[in-house]
């Protein structure tokens, strides 16, 4: 059976993209000034960038901004949508005709949902992207980039369910990426399930290069036995050499075909990836949120004009828009802290809004 839209539904997704599109220019106006203002002070403060340069740190910072609040754009844009409709009269000669709201409200908020898919898999990945972009320029130009010839220390951890390393690097080569007093705390994991310190290395160098760490003039002891000097030592390693001294990225500035590799590649090396789980989760229930916030901004827009309480009603839907937003962050603060589980604290808020617009629409079209 195929999906079919009659002029009806077609005209009002028409109006709804229109809306969609002022909605969305305005917030990502106010996101790019914003930004570029932030930039300026915090960057620029020398005054060595130019417009242009700031510019282009703007353009790569902001889209991962406004993809966090396309949901508000849904809310705005598709109630700017209904009231035009509403206040022109339109949607009072579709209901007289016998015409349902469930008719067009609900391949408005279909359109919304393909929209978020959408923004999920091609949009978000390329703000990601940007994301990633901004935050090694703004440590390049702040001259925090970590691992630089200053003497700052390297840590790095690796393993598997069966042994893990804690790598330190006293500093960083930058022409060889060899490491330089280079210490390795060895451990493994008994039958139990309980990690057992079991040897130190320490070397003079320490250099990763096909799958394994090739150390000089090392020296390692095992727990209760003396130590033994090497001149050369190879260690086993499951980095791979483009990616063992870089941090991992943060779950904003990890696209979401990464993430369940990510999130593997944490986990192998023993941290908590609680945050890249709760990221994952939330970008899946994302085009339910953008579907939630359409039936919600239609759902309170349906009232008839002649009876005044269409500019109540209105704010009513940007206050439980809003609602939604502190609902989410603080069921994300929750995730993260792992007081709930990711998939809870990412797809509560959103089920929840999804059941308060569908009843409020129940209500206002079946009585």
């Known amino acids: 059976m195929r999906l079919r839209l009659g002029r009806i539904e077609r005209y009002v997704l028409i109006q709804q993209m229109k809306s969609l599109g002022v909605a969305l220019a305005v917030i990502a106006a106010l996101v ?29 910072k902001s889209p991962s901004v406004i993809v966090q609040l396309l949901p508000f754009v849904f809310l705005f844009g598709t109630l700017g949508a209904f009231v035009s409709l509403n206040r022109r009269s339109e949607l009072i000669a579709m209901r007289a005709a016998g015409v349902s709201a469930w008719r067009f409200v609900l391949p408005a908020a279909g359109a919304a949902v393909a929209l978020g898919v959408l923004t999920v898999t091609v949009l978000g990945p390329m703000a990601a992207a940007g994301d990633a972009v ?7 130009i702040s001259g925090s980039v970590p691992g630089s010839e200053s003497g700052q220390a390297v840590w790095l951890r690796e393993g598997d369910a069966n042994r893990q390393m804690i790598i330190r690097g006293g500093r960083q080569e930058q022409a060889s990426g060899r490491l330089l007093d280079a210490t390795f705390f060895i451990y493994t994991t008994t039958s139990s399930g309980r990690r057992v310190f079991t040897e130190r290395v320490d070397a003079a160098t320490a250099t990763l290069n096909a799958g394994r760490w090739r150390l000089t003039d090392a020296s390692g002891a095992q727990t209760g036995q003396r130590a033994v000097r090497y001149a050369t030592l190879d260690l086993p390693s499951n980095l791979a050499d483009e990616e063992a001294f ?121 009585g």
């Open 246 to 366: 870089q941090r991992f990225a943060r779950p904003q500035s990890t696209p979401f075909w990464s993430l369940p590799n990510q999130i593997r590649r944490i986990e192998d090396a023993g941290f908590a990836s609680t945050a890249y789980q709760l990221r994952l989760q939330q970008l899946l229930a994302t085009p339910l949120i953008f579907g939630a916030m359409s039936i919600l901004a239609a759902a309170f827009s349906l009232r008839l004009m002649r009876l005044g309480d269409l500019a109540r009603m209105t704010v009513a839907a940007v206050v439980l828009g809003f609602a939604f937003f502190f609902l989410n962050q603080f069921s994300s603060a929750m995730g993260s802290a792992e007081v709930v589980p990711p998939i809870i604290a990412a797809w509560l808020p959103p089920i929840l809004t999804a059941l308060a617009a569908f009843t409020l629409l129940f209500y206002t079209e079946d």
């Open 32 to 60: 790019m000034l914003i930004d570029f203002v932030e930039v300026s002070r915090g960057l620029n403060s020398s005054g060595e960038l130019s417009g242009g340069r700031i510019l282009g740190l703007v353009m790569v």
């Open 134 to 140: 901004w935050q090694r320029e703004r440590a390049r």
